[in-house]
């Protein structure tokens, strides 16, 4: 599952399986299935039984060799990859062509499910596209509200050289107040370091399963880690905490 795209047929019978052996008992008879498969796997916290759904879970795999050709370009993966698929682009780039492989369908299709999670992290600004790429950290979303403006391209362009700094009068003068808000929290290093791109799910960067997972189940990672601070943060006592929980 963490290397090719499960077909359809493969998918269902497993639901198949697993519901028959969740409902129903030893004996011949079939039995009734008194919630959808759907319902099943919706996790807990939003109301369901939280059951694993196979397909998402096989998207969510697939992506993290996705992950490995957006940040591990080099490797001997990556090169073949690379070589063979988008020659000319990268890999959130690229097109699905003609004739392609099995196993690089079924990644390509991973992709959509990447680009909902990645964040670049401002290292010098020359690879970031200040109006098309994700790039803040805000509860809003990740990509810039405001306009797009001709002179300025890439995020290098907003960061003053001489100090290092970014650019105050730049942003005032041509950013809404939320994104300027949002940009002066950026920290910029001391040092030249490259743009780098993230995953804004997790503590160190680095794409997650789980996460992944979540975004594609339920479209509001938020709200699935919310239930979770609500039920612990009651005024009542452990004991009914943890029976919620």
Request: overall charge negative; charged content about 25%; proline content about 3%.
């Amino acid at each position: 599952m963490g290397v090719y795209k499960l077909p359809n047929s493969v998918i269902d019978e497993i639901r198949s399986l697993t519901a028959r052996f969740w409902w129903e008992n030893s004996d011949a008879r079939r039995r009734v299935h008194w919630l959808n498969w759907e319902v099943m796997c919706t996790p807990k916290c939003l109301g369901g039984m939280g059951f694993r759904d196979m397909g998402v879970f096989n998207e969510a795999l697939l992506g993290k060799q996705a992950w490995r050709l957006i940040n591990n370009p080099g490797s001997l993966f990556g090169r073949v990859m690379k070589g063979k698929y988008f020659p000319h682009s990268d890999f959130l780039e690229s097109s699905l062509g003609f004739n392609g492989s099995y196993a690089w369908r079924g990644i390509w299709g991973a992709k959509s499910l990447v680009k909902e999670g990645v964040v670049w992290s401002v290292g010098d600004g020359s690879k970031i596209r200040i109006f098309e790429d994700p790039w803040l950290a805000d509860e809003k979303g990740r990509f810039v509200f405001t306009l797009g403006i001709d002179r300025l391209n890439v995020v290098k362009d907003l960061i003053n050289v001489e100090t290092n700094d970014w650019d105050y009068e730049l942003l005032f003068e041509n950013f809404e107040e939320s994104d300027v808000k949002c940009i002066m929290t950026i920290p910029l290093s001391l040092r030249t370091q490259d743009d780098i791109l993230t995953w804004a799910f997790s503590k160190d960067g680095v794409y997650d399963v789980k996460s992944a997972y979540m975004i594609e189940k339920t479209c509001d990672l938020g709200a699935f880690h919310q239930v979770w601070v609500d039920i612990w943060g009651l005024d009542t006592i452990p004991k009914v905490k943890l029976f919620l929980w």
